[in-house]
């Protein structure tokens, strides 16, 4: 640009290259070196970036991201803007896509009850479709391959009354596409999921009372014809108590065998020489602040009854019911609440306790936990449930019903529980399971 020539103040221009779109901002940013500078500002950039991808502004930007202009160049060349196919062969809505670990196929679910598999190639093409409406299922809703992408397990929905939460998990063999076997599978939020390569992982809900029911997680045999009558091809895994209507939804398996010291890690150790119980970690807070300051306990809806330590869960109850009979309740508990605390006492000492030594000795040893959405007061779920899963329990053999266990252990501990504070609708696990 000439000398001679007035040059524009930077704000002028600032407030003009407003006006332009992202291309033509990169054009006149190569007419000089002012207006080069203008066209890199980090504000211009900010405003340029929520406009074009007409983000939130309540948004962030990436936290690894270096500048609003690498973020918006970073996004324009990774995600597709150009539509290069179409796949038209579902007819209703698709609710659910996984890809195989090698990438090489996906399988995509439907409300037609309709599983697809198709080949993740250039030109994507169809491989294989299985209709699961002659197995009175009503929709697919979730799909997983297992780690050497040799079977795909597939969850859906039966036919039933509006109120059913009934489902079934099925198995498909990768190799001719034909059904292996199929699993009860309730509620079906519980998706199911694969433990290793020929084992998966089922549930199955039974009502205690109104609002109390006990979930049961069942580990499955992917091969159900197996020729001897002495092997199982079921076994309970862990069987936990539900309050005010939660239950169990969608269970998944974190590897964490191959990481030594993973950062996510949760030190079970330190937790078991802390607190017998089961931790909570509270994810509820705000800030820090609001962290440090010491929260007042609740106020109880009830009258508290005192702390029975080892007294037997049948005296805490035999105590209740005479304070009721008595009048000793103030004020006098509903029909829900009183449901509610008895099967609190009853859990109290019907519970087994953590594993006493729940780190790996064997440096082969795999470590796995499961994860799945809990709650605790509501019927929508607000918690994550960590749970690990010891060496013997990753098998079919032995007790159909699990390991043995004392007449007073009827239900199974938590390791850890995450309280969101919120009804969680969806939850993954990033590829390294970290």
Not at 69 to 77: A, C, G, H, I, V
Not at 121 to 145: G, V
Not at 351 to 380: A, H, Q
Request: negative net charge.
């Amino acid at each position: 640009m000439d000398a001679a020539c007035p040059r524009l103040p930077d704000t002028v221009l600032f407030e003009i290259f407003l006006y332009l779109d992202h291309a033509d901002v990169l054009s006149v940013g190569l007419v000089c070196q002012q207006w080069r500078a203008v066209a890199r500002d980090e504000f211009l950039w900010k405003e340029l970036f929520y406009r074009y991808y007409r983000v939130s502004r309540d948004v962030p930007r990436h936290p690894g991201a270096v500048s609003w202009y690498d973020e918006f160049r970073r996004l324009y060349d990774t995600i597709p803007c150009v539509e290069v196919q179409a796949l038209k062969e579902h007819n209703d809505q698709v609710l659910h896509l996984s890809f195989s670990h090698s990438g090489c196929l996906f399988a995509s679910c439907s409300k037609d009850c309709t599983v697809k598999i198709w080949s993740n190639e250039l030109d994507i093409s169809l491989q294989h479709s299985s209709n699961m409406r002659p197995y009175n299922w009503s929709y697919t809703q979730f799909s997983q391959f297992n780690s050497d992408d040799s079977l795909l397990l597939v969850s859906g929905v039966f036919v039933g009354p509006h109120n059913s939460s009934s489902g079934e998990i099925a198995v498909i063999s990768m190799e001719n596409f034909t059904l292996l076997s199929r699993v009860r599978n309730k509620p079906y939020d519980v998706f199911g999921c694969w433990l290793n390569e020929t084992n998966l992982i089922s549930g199955n809900l039974h009502r205690i009372g109104r609002i109390t029911s006990c979930s049961v997680l069942w580990l499955n045999n992917a091969f159900q014809g197996i020729e001897s009558e002495n092997v199982n091809v079921v076994k309970r895994l862990f069987k936990i108590q539900n309050l005010n209507a939660s239950t169990i939804r969608t269970v998944m398996v974190a590897d964490c065998s191959r990481y030594d010291s993973p950062d996510l890690l949760l030190d079970y150790e330190e937790q078991l020489a802390a607190s017998s119980t089961c931790p909570v970690f509270d994810l509820g807070s705000d800030s820090e602040e609001e962290e440090a300051k010491p929260k007042p306990p609740p106020e109880p809806a009830v009258q508290e009854l005192p702390d029975a330590g080892g007294v037997p869960a049948e005296h805490g109850l035999q105590q209740l019911f005479d304070d009721i009979m008595e009048g000793h309740m103030r004020p006098a508990m509903t029909e829900t609440e009183l449901e509610t605390k008895v099967a609190e006492l009853f859990v109290r000492n019907r519970t087994k306790p953590p594993e006493p030594n729940l780190l790996p000795t064997d440096s082969n040893s795999k470590t796995k936990y499961l994860i799945f959405t809990t709650g605790c007061l509501t019927y929508s779920p607000h918690q994550i449930g960590i749970k690990r899963i010891l060496p013997h329990q990753m098998t079919t053999a032995g007790p159909v019903l699990g390991e043995e266990r004392r007449s007073d252990e009827f239900f199974d501990s938590l390791d850890h529980v995450i309280d969101i504070h919120g009804h969680i609708i969806g939850m993954g696990l990033s590829p390294d399971h970290r």
